[in-house]
C-alpha cells in the first residue's frame, strides 16, 4: 500500500515540461498584438466581450489577429490553442467550412511561411483549438502567428478571446507547460473518444498510434522512467 501510495503521489507532481511559452493573448495581456481593424483598440472590456471578430466584412475588409515576433530557436514546430466562439452557429446562413479558421506563420515582412487550415467538425458556439503548425525547413529568425478566417464573412464570424503560443513538448497532452496527472486525465478522454485532439499530441511514444501504451508511456515518463 505504501508503495502505491507513493506512485500516485510522484504522479500527481507537476513536473516541468520544458515547455518555452511565446506569447499568450487574453483580456489581461494583450501588448504587441495586433487586430486588423483600424477603428478599434485592444482592451480588456472589449477582449474579454469576445469582440475580437475574425472574418471579411462587406467591402472586403479582412479581420485578423497577429501576434508579437517570437523566436522558435529552432524548434520544428509551434503549438497554437485558442478559443474559438462562432455565435451565428444556428442561424440560417452559417457555413460551418467558412467558419473555419487558419492559423499561419508570418516572418517579419508579414510574408505567410506556414498555413495550417483548422476545419470545424461541428457546429457549436466554443471550440477550443489546439493545433500544431510545422516550421519550414531551414527557417531562421523571428516569427508571428495570424489567426485569420479567410472564407468567412459577416454571417460566419468566429471571435477570439484567448490564445497561446508555445512549443511542443512530448507528454504535454493537454498544453499547458506541465506533464502530470491532468495530462493522463486528457489522454484517456482521447482513447475514449470523448475528445478529439491531433496526433501529435496524443501519440507519446512516437508509434504512430493512439492507444493504452500510449498512457504507459507517459506515466514512465512522469515517474522519471
Not at 62 to 86: A, E, H, M, Y
Not at 91 to 107: A, F, G, H, R, V
Not at 165 to 193: A, C, E, F, H, P
Amino acid at each position: 500500500m505504501k508503495h502505491l501510495l507513493f506512485s500516485l503521489a510522484l504522479i500527481c507532481i507537476a513536473l516541468a515540461a520544458g515547455a518555452t511559452q511565446y506569447a499568450v493573448f487574453n483580456q489581461n495581456s494583450f501588448e504587441g498584438w495586433i487586430y486588423t481593424r483600424s477603428n478599434v483598440t485592444l482592451t480588456t472590456d472589449f477582449i474579454s466581450s469576445y469582440k475580437v471578430t475574425i472574418y471579411k466584412n462587406s467591402a472586403g475588409k479582412d479581420f485578423t489577429l497577429i501576434s508579437p515576433s517570437f523566436d522558435t530557436n529552432g524548434q520544428s514546430t509551434i503549438r497554437v490553442k485558442f478559443d474559438w466562439k462562432s455565435t451565428t452557429y444556428g442561424e440560417e446562413n452559417y457555413n460551418l467550412t467558412k467558419n473555419s479558421p487558419y492559423i499561419e506563420l508570418l516572418d517579419l515582412n508579414d510574408n505567410v511561411i506556414a498555413q495550417c487550415y483548422h476545419q470545424l467538425k461541428e457546429p457549436k458556439i466554443i471550440h477550443d483549438i489546439d493545433v500544431v503548425v510545422k516550421m519550414p525547413d531551414n527557417s531562421t529568425g523571428p516569427i508571428k502567428v495570424r489567426i485569420a478566417a479567410w472564407n468567412a464573412d459577416t454571417n460566419t464570424p468566429g471571435a477570439v478571446k484567448h490564445v497561446e503560443i508555445s512549443n511542443q513538448v512530448n507528454g504535454d497532452v493537454n498544453g499547458d507547460g506541465m506533464i502530470n496527472v491532468s495530462d493522463i486525465t486528457k489522454l484517456v478522454n482521447v482513447i475514449l473518444g470523448i475528445i478529439d485532439l491531433p496526433s501529435e499530441f496524443a501519440d507519446v511514444n512516437g508509434d504512430g498510434t493512439v492507444n493504452v501504451s500510449d498512457i504507459t508511456a507517459l506515466v514512465n515518463i512522469i515517474l522519471g522512467i
